[in-house]
């Protein structure tokens, strides 16, 4: 069974908000959270501990333009799916929410119907990319969301970005131990100031996120003079 799909809707319209936060709600296939601003949005994505699996914006804001808003999580990084909800379907204002990253454009008034099944398609879509998740022991690995998702617990944990790159790049590695020096050359670059004992305080901050007994390490193993991830642990 897999959690419910977190959502957000940013629209200052409130009985739009409702409707929709209504809708989707129906059944366990998503959950729903509601912002009535940028401001009040860009809290809960990077402030917060909420973490969203898509977003649906809205161009028209009291606070900005939901395209700019959009453009700017793209430069941040973000890579799960955006619709923006547009007042018009003139070709320019499509074109422009799509080149700001968005993955669809709606124009409003719509049909919820339709809404939901443009939402699936880009859920599917995000699931089968480079982006999509991948189990690591009882939890689903989700790089682009920055998160792990443990679906027993109905839990989710909060990754930083070097807690998930050092992840992504022990994943692929085939169940191989990873050099610290490979690693943290790997994850930090050329950071001068990063060194060794850098990485491992790191790990150990990991390890104390996603680990049942941290003393006692299954998933994140030391090995071979570096450290090896045991998907199956």
């Known amino acids: 069974m897999r959690m419910a799909r977190a959502i957000l809707i940013v629209d200052d319209d409130p009985a739009l908000r409702a409707i929709l936060a209504e809708q989707l709600s129906l059944g366990d296939e998503f959950a729903v959270t509601e912002a009535g601003s940028l401001a009040a949005a860009g809290q809960m994505l990077h402030e917060g501990e909420a973490l969203f699996d898509a977003l649906i914006i809205a ?16 430069r941040q990084g973000m890579k799960v799916p955006i619709l923006i909800l ?7 204002d499509i074109v422009r929410g799509l080149n700001s990253g968005a993955n669809d454009c709606i ?3 719509f049909r919820m119907g339709e809404l939901l099944a443009r939402l699936r398609a880009q859920l599917r879509q995000f699931d089968n990319s480079a982006d999509a998740s991948v189990t690591i022991g009882s939890y689903v690995f989700r790089p682009s969301a920055k998160a792990l998702e443990d679906v027993a ?11 998930t790159a050092m992840l992504k790049y022990l994943y692929r ?19 001068a100031a990063a060194t060794t004992h850098t990485l ?34």
């Open 59 to 74: 161009v028209g804001l009291p606070d900005g333009d939901g395209r700019d808003f959009c453009a700017a999580l793209r």
């Open 86 to 92: 547009t007042a018009s379907d003139a070709e320019l």
């Open 107 to 109: 124009a409003k008034p």
């Open 153 to 163: 617990r109905g839990k989710r944990i909060r990754l930083t970005e070097k807690e």
């Open 173 to 191: 590695a085939n169940g191989e131990a990873v050099a610290r020096t490979v690693l943290l050359g790997e994850v930090w670059g050329y950071n």
């Open 200 to 233: 491992e305080t790191h790990i150990y901050r990991l390890r104390q996120k996603i680990e049942v007994d941290p003393a006692n390490a299954k998933l994140l193993l030391t090995e071979g003079g570096g450290y090896r991830l045991n998907p199956g642990g």
